[in-house]
């Protein structure tokens, strides 16, 4: 274990969430998924939903699609599909989508999470259905293996947006795309929209190609955040190179690693670097750039 690895591995049990410990333990030590699974239970509502600022620019309790989410990419990172969590979390998106009713697309959230204290872009824009977050929570529901009436649905829901002239114009939402597409099963289907949204890459905002940009926006590693990742091949060897070179000089002294915008307090500052240390870890860990062996 290198020494880098060793204090981003320290930042993460001295300032992180009980989650991001456990997604440690289950991802670099070999303890049991269910873990993590136990942990995410204490965000999950009767109406199966997540909230409780699970994804910690909102501190809002009421379940919420971007927490749903959340909640989904840990069990997906740590490589278990718990059925309790699954099905209520379906349920859930299927009242949110009747309730939308413009065939199956939820929205990131809505105006309830204004009674508490949020981050400033978490404003109305996010009380619109869209294919974010809609098409990111389809793909990994695909890849937990799970099938329920609601995800087909929004399937097709993304399946008749993405037949559209134009797509998205804002990495985000072609990030959420991009999950869709990694587990659709017509894969010439979805190879052939991958290209789109490689080409709408280009000009998407918050989509920064140069390693040395300073300031929010997404990488190519956050499309092709592992080695054996399905879009590596979106982008040019030699870019994936530069940015894990960006990304291991972005470390802190403390160990962890930054953010680049302004979440709504101290404590969601924490949580937030908690996170992205875990991302950076595994990332660098999978291209071959640390070591994590004890």
Same mark, same amino acid.
Not at 51 to 65: I, N, Q, T, Y
């Given at each position: 274990?290198?020494?880098?690895?060793?204090?981003?591995?320290?930042?993460?049990?001295?300032?992180?969430?009980?989650?991001?410990?456990? =997604?440690?333990?289950?991802?670099?030590?070999?303890?049991?998924?269910?873990?993590?699974?136990?942990?995410?239970?204490?965000?999950?509502? &009767?109406?199966?939903?997540?909230? #409780?600022?699970?994804?910690?620019?909102?501190?809002?309790?009421?379940?919420?699609?971007?927490?749903?989410?959340?909640?989904?990419?840990?069990?997906?990172?740590?490589?278990?599909?718990?059925?309790?969590?699954?099905?209520?979390?379906? &349920?859930?998106?299927?009242?949110?989508?009747?309730?939308?009713?413009?065939?199956?697309?939820?929205?990131?959230?809505?105006?309830?999470?204004?009674?508490?204290?949020?981050?400033?872009?978490?404003?109305?824009?996010?009380?619109?259905?869209?294919?974010?977050?809609?098409?990111?929570?389809?793909?990994?529901?695909?890849?937990?293996?799970? $099938?329920?009436?609601?995800?087909?649905?929004?399937?097709?829901?993304?399946?008749?947006?993405?037949?559209?002239? &134009? =797509?998205?114009?804002?990495?985000?939402?072609?990030?959420?795309?991009?999950?869709?597409?990694? #587990? $659709?099963?017509?894969?010439?289907?979805?190879?052939?929209?991958?290209?789109?949204?490689? *080409?709408?890459?280009?000009?998407?905002?918050?989509?920064?190609?140069?390693?040395? #940009?300073?300031?929010?926006?997404?990488?190519?590693?956050?499309?092709?955040?592992?080695?054996?990742?399905?879009?590596?091949?979106?982008?040019?060897? *030699?870019?994936?190179?530069? #940015?894990?070179?960006? =990304?291991?000089?972005?470390?802190?002294? *403390?160990?962890?690693?930054?953010?680049?915008?302004?979440?709504?307090? &101290?404590?969601?500052?924490? $949580?937030?670097?908690?996170?992205?240390? =875990?991302?950076?870890?595994?990332?660098?860990?999978?291209?071959?750039?640390?070591?994590?062996?004890?």
């Amino acid at each position: 274990m290198n020494e880098t690895f060793r204090s981003g591995r320290d930042f993460i049990f001295s300032q992180g969430r009980l989650l991001e410990r456990r =997604l440690f333990a289950t991802c670099f030590q070999g303890a049991p998924a269910t873990g993590v699974a136990d942990a995410l239970r204490g965000y999950r509502n &009767e109406d199966g939903g997540f909230g #409780h600022g699970l994804e910690p620019d909102k501190r809002c309790p009421a379940s919420l699609p971007i927490d749903v989410e959340a909640a989904l990419q840990a069990l997906a990172a740590a490589g278990t599909a718990d059925p309790s969590l699954l099905a209520g979390a379906c &349920e859930y998106l299927a009242t949110v989508a009747a309730e939308a009713d413009i065939g199956g697309a939820v929205p990131p959230a809505f105006p309830v999470i204004e009674g508490y204290p949020r981050a400033a872009h978490w404003t109305d824009w996010t009380y619109q259905p869209g294919l974010n977050p809609t098409a990111g929570l389809v793909g990994l529901f695909r890849k937990l293996k799970v $099938e329920h009436d609601w995800v087909s649905q929004a399937a097709s829901w993304c399946w008749r947006q993405l037949a559209g002239p &134009e =797509l998205p114009d804002d990495a985000h939402a072609l990030s959420e795309v991009l999950v869709f597409l990694e #587990h $659709e099963p017509d894969r010439e289907r979805a190879e052939a929209a991958a290209k789109r949204v490689r *080409d709408k890459l280009a000009t998407a905002a918050m989509f920064h190609a140069d390693p040395d #940009h300073h300031g929010y926006g997404l990488s190519p590693l956050h499309f092709a955040p592992a080695a054996d990742s399905v879009w590596r091949s979106l982008f040019p060897a *030699d870019v994936i190179e530069a #940015h894990l070179n960006r =990304l291991q000089r972005d470390q802190q002294p *403390d160990g962890g690693w930054p953010i680049t915008w302004e979440p709504p307090s &101290e404590a969601a500052l924490l $949580e937030w670097r908690g996170i992205v240390t =875990l991302s950076a870890l595994r990332t660098l860990v999978s291209y071959g750039r640390l070591d994590a062996s004890p």
